[in-house]
């Protein structure tokens, strides 16, 4: 049921997809559970899109910067769901954790994005995320400043480097480009 994801243990792929199975077989009684599962990824593809300002705000701030993207997850499912978003080519470079080998949040990955880096000639201007377990995790471990989207007001967050906005577009202001 569904796509394979490469490197899963066939004995784990089977019960995922058993347990889908019995899912559907319980939300749509007397229905064919694949169809029911195969309709539901439809649907759910169709909803897979930015926030109205996002793509507007990338533009922008690719204008002077060349966008590299750090994302948690799955490689297959992050990159799925940046296509059906429209956002992937807006960024140079895109490094999921589960292909990089560790969560934002690891020093290894700033070690990883580092070499990457020196490899290509780049610096960190600024990185921007939500998330403080792994955007700033990440932003600390290689000494990088931070924006961190989220409520100023109510942000409990107070990191050296650490800046907090509503959004990309708060960027612009803490740019030191």
């Not at 243990?9 to 319980?26: G, Q, S, T, Y």
């Not at 100023?152 to 960027?171: N, T």
């Amino acid at each position: 049921m569904g796509p394979s994801t490469p490197g899963l243990p066939a004995e784990a792929a089977a019960w995922l997809a058993e347990h889908a199975r019995a899912v559907w077989r319980e939300a749509l009684p007397g229905k064919d559970p694949e169809c029911g599962s195969g309709l539901f990824r439809t649907l759910r593809a169709g909803l897979v899109r930015p926030f109205d300002a996002v793509p507007s705000q990338l533009s922008a701030l690719g204008a002077n910067h060349e966008l590299w993207l750090a994302t948690e997850g799955a490689g297959s499912l992050q990159r799925r769901k940046l296509a059906l978003s429209g956002l992937t080519d807006r960024f140079a470079r895109i490094l999921v954790s589960a292909e990089v080998g560790c969560s934002k949040g690891d020093p290894g990955f700033a070690q990883a994005l580092l070499r990457l880096l020196d490899t290509a000639d780049r610096t960190v201007c600024l990185v921007i995320g939500d998330s403080a377990r792994t955007d700033l995790a990440l932003a600390s471990h290689g000494s990088w400043p931070a924006l961190h989207i989220c409520d100023p007001a109510a942000c409990a967050v107070d990191e050296p480097g650490v800046r907090h906005g509503r959004g990309i577009a708060d960027a612009a202001k803490w740019c030191g480009c």
